[in-house]
């Protein structure tokens, strides 16, 4: 069964540092990958999305993610993070081959310090 | 990408009750998703409601405790049937984008405290 893992629980980086989120994937193939934000007491809103093609994709807020096909990853960056990035990061799949199902990673919870 | 809506955006209900929440789209959308998000946890697929059809439920979740309808193309509700404490979770509903490729969008979700 596929499955995404976020190894990093809680993330605290400085204002204005950069900011990397590790998500690895266990599927037969590669399916199509996303990045999502949750802010306090929000629903998910989509950063990023690979279909295809270049394997570094950018998203909105300045975050981009980069496809490793080698290491089935798909790490989120972004290289100067604000106070506003604090929020619930989720990894998620789709299967490629047909079917509409997300699967989630656990998700990363970022503290941004002033 | 589609706006999303949800009513009520949080409620709090005694143990034994029913809630049911409604989710608008703004557009005709054909597969609607409902998630339950438990506190500190990452998001579960309830299931997969078609227009027209009945829905789909993934494992662990039943029809009569989570009962779905679809009227249309853009309304489906979701009900949470004699409710726990261990109910109390964020209920949040999706769409597919409209390039079919597992791409969602979500609505803000409804925060349910179950005392």
């Known amino acids: 069964a596929q499955s995404v893992t976020q190894p990093d629980i809680h993330i605290t980086v400085s204002e204005g540092a950069s900011l990397e989120l590790r998500c690895n994937y266990s599927?037969?193939?590669?399916?199509?990958l996303f990045w999502y934000v949750q802010s306090p007491g929000q629903g998910l809103q989509l950063l990023l999305k690979y279909f295809s093609g270049d394997t570094l994709v950018q998203g909105i807020k300045g975050f981009e993610a980069e496809f490793k096909r080698s290491q089935s990853s798909f790490n989120l960056r972004k290289p100067s993070v604000h106070w506003s990035d604090a929020a619930e990061y989720f990894c998620a799949v789709a299967p490629t081959g047909g079917g509409n199902k997300l699967t989630f990673g656990t998700g990363t919870q970022l503290k941004v310090e002033l | 990408s589609a706006v999303i809506s949800q009513k009520p955006s949080r409620d709090i209900c005694q143990r034994g009750t029913s809630l049911t929440i409604q989710c608008q789209v703004d557009s005709q959308v054909t597969m609607m998703f409902w998630y339950r998000q438990q506190p500190g946890q990452s998001l579960t697929l309830i299931a997969t409601?078609?227009?027209?059809?009945?829905?789909?439920?993934e494992s662990g979740f039943v029809i009569d405790k989570f009962p779905i309808s679809r009227p249309n193309l853009t309304f489906s509700t979701l009900t949470v049937s004699n409710m726990s404490p261990e109910d109390s979770s964020i209920y949040l509903c999706s769409v597919e984008g409209r390039e079919g490729r597992g791409e969602q969008f979500f609505g803000p979700g409804t925060r349910l405290t179950v005392l």
């Open positions: 409601a078609n227009q027209g059809s009945e829905a789909t439920y």
């Open positions: 599927y037969g193939a590669t399916p199509y």
